[in-house]
């Protein structure tokens, strides 16, 4: 029998958890505050960006969106970040991807200051993350996110064997490096592993980020297996589907995530979660 983690839930429940901590850090005079700077009129970020803004509004912080035009230069949009660098009520900064061609993204993430680099996406954080850093820093909220349900269906990574398949510094790098920490054994695949089914097959937890539809069926899951799957994908009838084929998985894999109500919402939670960090963090007087 396989199980559905119901991303949902778990998301309700960190919610439920970072509307607590807001209410507790605006008793003490602080309301967590988040930027997030959108560039462009892309349809899939405007979505993004208002369900963001709706959920950080709804928990009680101070939630700004900054809507740039598309012909934004590399200099307005530094201005723009150093400015909110400054700004006392903003704990976090996030730069929605894609930014248009003539803006230099990596320059972009190196602008933010580490302390309100909420997506984690800094050298200085992946860093930190890379060499299990001890105090507090920010991590990428998917990889996260995942890592907050694992718990919460009670798969501990130690000594398990990880396959996470994608390697994008958004999700899959720091997945690994996540489950690295965790004590996993981990190994990364991508577009140019050699015989990819196999490598997922070996896979206690597999975790799918390729933007590749149905990639993964029940054939290439280790029976009992935990499956994650990040995609958000299109088939070819328009639905939202993931990197796994969820059908063919069941009675296959153990635990499994679907798309919708899987990653999904975990992300967004996790966004919050680490937002609220960040004010905490930030009063912290050394
Ligand atoms: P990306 O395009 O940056 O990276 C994709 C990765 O997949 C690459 O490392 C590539 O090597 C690998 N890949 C591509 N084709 C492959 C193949 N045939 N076999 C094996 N590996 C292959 O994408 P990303 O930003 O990491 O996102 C991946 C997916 O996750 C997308 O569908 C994206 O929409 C989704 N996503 C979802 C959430 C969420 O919150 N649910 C968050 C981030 C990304």
């Known amino acids: 029998m396989t199980k559905i983690i119901d991303g949902k839930a778990v998301a309700k429940k960190v919610n439920a958890q970072t509307a607590t901590a807001v209410a507790d850090l ?6 967590p505050g988040i930027a997030v700077i959108i560039v462009g009129d892309d349809a899939a970020s405007q979505i993004y960006v208002r369900n963001k803004n709706r959920k950080a509004t709804k928990l ?9 035009p598309a012909t934004t230069t590399q200099a ?29 993204e990596p320059l972009v993430t190196m602008a933010i200051d580490p302390k309100k680099d909420v997506d984690g996406f ?14 507090n820093y920010p ?10 349900m694992l718990h ?16 994008s510094t958004i999700v899959g790098k720091p997945m690994a490096a996540l489950l690295t920490n965790a004590n996993a054994t981990v190994t990364i695949a991508h577009s140019k592993t050699a015989d990819l089914k196999a490598v997922a097959r070996t896979a206690d937890i597999l975790v799918v980020a390729t933007g590749i539809a149905h990639l993964i069926t029940g054939d290439d899951i280790k029976p009992g297996a ?16 993931g990197d796994v084929d969820f059908e063919s998985a069941q009675g296959v894999a153990g635990l499994i995530t679907p798309v919708p109500g899987g990653v999904g919402p975990m ?3 996790t966004l919050m979660q680490t937002t609220v960090e960040l004010a905490k963090w930030s009063d912290v007087r050394e």
């Open 152 to 167: 919460e269906y009670g798969v501990d990574p130690a000594g398990k064997t990880a396959v996470v398949i994608g390697r």
């Open 122 to 135: 800094h050298p200085s954080n992946v860093g930190k993350l890379l060499t299990n850093f001890p105090g």
């Open 60 to 68: 009680g912080m101070h939630s700004v969106v900054r809507q740039l």
């Open 76 to 104: 307005e949009l530094l201005a723009i970040i150093a400015d909110y660098n400054a700004d006392e009520s903003i704990h976090g900064i996030l730069v929605q991807s894609p930014l248009p061609a003539q803006i230099n």
């Open 139 to 148: 991590v990428a909220n998917t990889p996260r996110g995942i890592m907050t």
């Open 26 to 31: 605006v008793a003490q005079g602080i309301q």
């Open 226 to 241: 935990t499956v994650i799957d990040v995609g958000m994908d299109r088939d070819e009838n328009g639905k939202l589907v």
């Open 267 to 269: 992300t967004i939670a």
